[in-house]
């Protein structure tokens, strides 16, 4: 059997790819389940005003114009994907460990949904998009092809520490009735080890979360540089998941590309993961 560690470091390049004026990055691994839609936004495409340019999806800047604009933005993406983003399930996130679940049988109305303090949503609602937002944390999606259920989630330093990835897949496996070995997951866009130097303080959090974090983790200058997506892989790894698909792109490398936090100090846009059973 492959070293885990080793599996949990890999990564594969994906492609830009241009959808009229937006530019997106997709899983090759998500692409070949045919039931889900997804994607990963870049930058690239609207016309988001600096420091948000140009295709920002969040709401987190304080202003009407940029909620607007974020709207505008929402909406453009759900157009090209063929999804309604009156329907879009967009979670508050605040860097917990809480899921939530839409389910097609609880009779919720239709979105949007803005839930606060949470970080993951997990659905089994066809027509039924859910959107995260980033710079530099890690994306991650896990989708059941056989049960058609999907899990979208947001996992920074915090989120990784409190193993909200493994929690969601657990919470797919034990109460969706999913199996480990029938989860895809993809690892998105974030910012990587060359770019993510951080205190011990995130080294002691994220060490207990899996076996061999010494291997997840590189020094330079006595300095940690986690690969927070490695750590992910790590945790789904050690549930039990196998189909894990890891974007080679850092955030913080291509900030012309991607938002990030890291290398804007702040002053930024987010990009979106979106997927959604269809
Ligand atoms: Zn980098």
Same mark, same amino acid.
């Given at each position: 059997?492959?070293?885990?560690?080793?599996?949990? @470091?890999?990564?594969?390049?994906?492609?830009?790819?241009?959808?009229?004026?937006?530019?997106?990055?997709?899983?090759?691994? @998500?692409?070949?389940?045919? $039931?889900?839609?997804?994607?990963?936004?870049?930058?690239?495409?609207?016309?988001?005003?600096?420091?948000?340019?140009?295709?920002?999806?969040?709401?987190?800047?304080?202003?009407?114009?940029?909620?607007?604009?974020?709207?505008?933005?929402?909406?453009?993406?759900?157009? @090209?994907?063929?999804?309604?983003?009156?329907? @879009?399930?967009?979670?508050?996130?605040?860097?917990?460990?809480?899921?939530?679940?839409?389910?097609?049988?609880?009779?919720?109305?239709?979105?949007?949904?803005?839930?606060?303090?949470?970080?993951?949503?997990?659905?089994?609602?066809?027509?039924?998009?859910?959107?995260?937002?980033?710079?530099?944390?890690?994306?991650?999606?896990?989708?059941?092809?056989?049960?058609?259920?999907?899990?979208?989630?947001?996992?920074?330093?915090?989120?990784?520490?409190?193993?909200?990835?493994?929690?969601?897949?657990?919470?797919?496996?034990?109460?969706?009735?999913?199996?480990?070995?029938?989860?895809?997951?993809?690892?998105?866009?974030?910012?990587? $080890?060359?770019?993510?130097?951080?205190?011990?303080?995130?080294?002691?959090?994220?060490?207990?979360?899996?076996?061999?974090?010494?291997?997840?983790?590189?020094?330079?200058?006595?300095?940690?540089?986690?690969?927070?997506?490695?750590?992910?892989?790590?945790?789904?790894?050690?549930?039990?998941?196998?189909?894990?698909?890891?974007?080679?792109?850092? $955030?913080?490398?291509?900030?012309?590309?991607?938002?990030?936090?890291?290398?804007?100090?702040?002053?930024?846009?987010?990009?979106?993961?979106?997927?959604?059973?269809?």
């Amino acid at each position: 059997m492959k070293d885990l560690a080793a599996k949990a @470091l890999e990564k594969r390049d994906w492609p830009l790819e241009q959808f009229e004026e937006l530019t997106l990055v997709r899983s090759p691994l @998500l692409k070949t389940i045919d $039931t889900v839609a997804h994607a990963f936004t870049t930058r690239k495409g609207g016309n988001s005003p600096l420091p948000l340019d140009s295709f920002n999806l969040g709401r987190h800047w304080n202003t009407d114009e940029s909620r607007a604009d974020a709207m505008k933005n929402r909406k453009r993406l759900c157009d @090209l994907l063929g999804l309604n983003s009156e329907d @879009l399930a967009v979670p508050g996130q605040q860097h917990t460990n809480n899921i939530h679940f839409i389910s097609a049988k609880n009779g919720m109305p239709p979105g949007p949904f803005h839930f606060p303090a949470i970080d993951a949503v997990a659905t089994d609602r066809k027509q039924q998009p859910v959107l995260l937002h980033f710079a530099d944390c890690v994306p991650v999606m896990l989708v059941d092809p056989s049960r058609k259920k999907i899990c979208v989630i947001h996992a920074g330093w915090r989120g990784t520490a409190a193993s909200i990835v493994k929690k969601s897949a657990e919470l797919m496996c034990k109460e969706l009735d999913c199996k480990p070995t029938d989860l895809h997951a993809a690892i998105g866009p974030a910012i990587g $080890t060359c770019c993510y130097e951080t205190g011990n303080e995130v080294i002691e959090g994220l060490r207990p979360t899996v076996s061999q974090s010494d291997s997840l983790v590189v020094y330079k200058d006595n300095s940690p540089h986690p690969d927070l997506k490695a750590f992910n892989a790590m945790q789904l790894l050690e549930a039990g998941v196998e189909n894990i698909d890891v974007s080679s792109w850092c $955030t913080a490398c291509h900030p012309e590309i991607f938002y990030s936090h890291r290398q804007s100090a702040g002053q930024t846009g987010r990009q979106g993961a979106l997927a959604c059973l269809v």
